[in-house]
């Protein structure tokens, strides 16, 4: 997860409804983080500054709320699916579980030379 907007996702989320998640590999080139977020947990407020693909190992309906007072919107991540994300200037977001599936993803970060 490229960086954590730690005192917003402090004001915001609650403790108890954040997710889990762990850094697997961070090098010169890519960063890898495994994702575990239970039906109404949220992966607090963070900020993607690095192309990524999200691997989902589950199907999860998830609720995304963006920086900047966008509306919330909806998505459904599918097992098995990867999805390539070109973040440009980045963006910031929070992702909440609204199914019963937890949200169970890799996310793979492509470090900018």
Wanted: glycine share 10%; no cysteine; aromatic share 8%.
């Amino acid at each position: 997860m490229s960086r954590k907007l730690e005192e917003k996702t402090r004001i915001e989320v609650a403790e108890d409804k954040r997710g889990h998640y762990e850094v697997l590999i961070d090098n010169e080139t890519t960063r890898i983080t495994f994702h575990h977020i239970e039906k109404g947990q949220s992966s607090g407020w963070h900020n993607h500054d690095l192309d990524y693909v999200g691997y989902h190992f589950g199907d999860s309906d998830v609720q995304i709320e963006r920086g900047g007072g966008d509306a919330p919107s909806t998505m459904a991540s599918k097992k098995g699916a990867a999805t390539f994300y070109e973040v440009g200037d980045g963006f910031e977001h929070n992702v909440t579980v609204v199914s019963d599936s937890p949200l169970i993803a890799l996310e793979i970060e492509y470090k900018k030379p």
